[in-house]
């Protein structure tokens, strides 16, 4: 069974840094693309970043470009986001995701199979 447990999130400041881990479990994880998604109170949850298996490629939001790092150590099995300069409009909650067809990253959420709980960010002013 596939088990995602996020980490690293909490009170920050805006201009602040924070970097959130994702340590995965019950699967090869050199073998799956990963990805950050994100859901603020009342809004959809929205894509954030993703890397493909061995990190070679990315993808990011427009909204975080610049400011987010997705990288990943498959040593570790784990996926990080590096976030610098926050923003109030970045509060929500985090989630990783396992990519359902291997080793590509996606930006649907439909093309992830597997969540973790989520890890709540929250930037104050």
């Known amino acids: 069974q596939v088990q995602l447990v996020e980490s690293g999130g909490g009170l920050v400041q805006t201009g602040d840094s924070l970097r959130l881990s994702c340590v995965a479990s019950?699967?090869?994880?050199?073998?799956?693309?990963m990805g950050w998604f994100r859901q603020a109170p009342g809004k959809e949850r929205e894509f954030v970043a993703a890397?493909?298996?061995?990190?070679?490629?990315?993808s990011y939001a427009d909204s975080v470009k610049g400011r987010f790092t997705i990288s990943r150590d498959n040593a570790k099995n784990t996926v990080y986001l590096q976030m610098n300069s926050l923003k109030l409009e970045d509060t929500a909650v985090y989630y990783c995701a396992t990519a359902r067809n291997g080793c590509n990253y996606y930006q649907r959420m439909g093309s992830y199979g597997d969540w973790g709980q989520g890890t709540q960010v929250t930037v104050s002013s």
């Open positions: 019950g699967l090869t994880f050199s073998s799956y693309g």
């Open positions: 890397i493909s298996c061995y990190g070679g490629s990315t």
